[in-house]
C-alpha cells in the first residue's frame, strides 16, 4: 500500500532565504508524485507533479521538486521565499489501479515565513 | 467554468444524528473522491465514484457512504455522528480518462462540527 511520509510538521523561515520541504514515499508500483499547497480557508491547489521524465519539475509560484527514485523522495524547494508563500504544504501520491487513481496525502508541513 | 463546489460550507450536528454533503464536480470531470481533513492533519481518502459506483474506498467504517448522480455530481452520508467526526470534508473532481486524469481539483469544503 502507497504511503506519505512528510518529515517536518513545521519549516519557520525567514524572506528572501531558502526553503526545503521534505517528503518520502513508499509504494508497491509505479506512482505520480504531487505537492499540493493550502492557503488559509481555502481548498487544495496543485503546485506541482512528476509523472515521468526528468527528476526535476518546476511548479508554480518558482517552485521546484526532485524525484529521487533510489531514496523515495520528492523533496519541495524554493531559492527565495516570500511572506505570501506562508501556507500548508502537502506532499502525495497516486497509484493508478482497475480502480483507477487513488492519491494519498501526507500530514503537511506548515511553512511560516517570517519578515 | 464552475470549478468544484460543496456545500453546505459549515454545518453544525449533535453526536448520533446523520449529514449529508453535497459536491459538484469541475465542469468535464467525472469522477469524484471524498476526503476528511482533521484539524492539523492531512487529507484523509475516504472513498472514489465513478459512473454511479464506488470504486475504491479508504480506512473508513460503514456509517460513511455515498453516492453518485447521473449528472456526476455527489453525496457524502455519515450516519451516527460521533465527536471524532468533526472536520473539514474535502471534495476533488477529476477527468477519468482524459490527459491529465491524475489531478485532482478540490472544492473548499464543508466544515463538519459535532457537538
Known amino acids: 500500500a502507497q504511503s506519505v511520509t512528510q518529515l517536518d510538521s513545521q519549516v519557520p523561515v525567514f524572506e528572501e532565504a531558502p526553503v526545503e520541504l521534505r517528503c518520502n514515499y513508499s509504494?508497491?508500483?509505479?506512482?505520480?508524485l504531487f505537492w499540493y499547497v493550502q492557503y488559509p480557508n481555502q481548498g487544495l491547489q496543485l503546485l506541482l507533479k512528476y509523472l515521468s521524465g526528468s527528476t526535476l519539475v518546476k511548479g508554480i509560484n518558482g517552485f521546484e521538486a526532485e524525484f529521487n527514485k533510489s531514496q523515495t523522495s520528492f523533496h519541495l524547494r524554493k531559492p527565495s521565499v516570500h511572506i505570501s508563500d506562508t501556507a500548508e504544504y502537502f506532499c502525495a501520491v497516486s497509484e493508478a489501479n482497475t480502480g483507477g487513481f487513488k492519491t494519498i496525502f501526507g500530514a503537511g508541513t506548515r511553512l511560516f515565513v517570517k519578515a | 467554468d464552475a470549478g468544484v463546489t460543496q456545500s453546505p460550507t459549515h454545518l453544525i450536528k449533535t453526536r448520533g444524528q446523520q449529514v449529508t454533503l453535497r459536491c459538484s464536480p469541475k465542469?468535464?470531470?467525472?469522477?469524484v473522491s471524498w476526503y476528511q481533513q482533521a484539524l492539523g492533519q492531512g487529507p484523509q481518502f475516504i472513498f472514489q465514484?465513478?459512473?454511479?459506483?464506488?470504486?475504491q474506498r479508504g480506512n473508513f467504517p460503514d456509517r460513511f457512504s455515498g453516492h453518485q448522480f447521473p449528472n456526476y455530481s455527489s453525496e457524502l452520508n455519515v450516519n451516527a455522528l460521533l465527536l471524532g467526526d468533526s472536520a473539514l470534508y474535502l471534495c476533488?473532481?477529476?477527468?477519468?480518462?482524459?490527459?491529465?486524469?491524475?489531478?485532482?481539483?478540490f472544492g473548499s469544503g464543508t466544515q463538519l462540527s459535532v457537538l
Open positions: 465542469s468535464g470531470h467525472d469522477t
Open positions: 476533488a473532481s477529476s477527468h477519468r480518462a482524459g490527459p491529465t486524469n491524475e489531478k485532482l481539483f
Open positions: 465514484y465513478y459512473e454511479e459506483e464506488e470504486r
Open positions: 509504494s508497491s508500483v509505479s506512482v505520480y
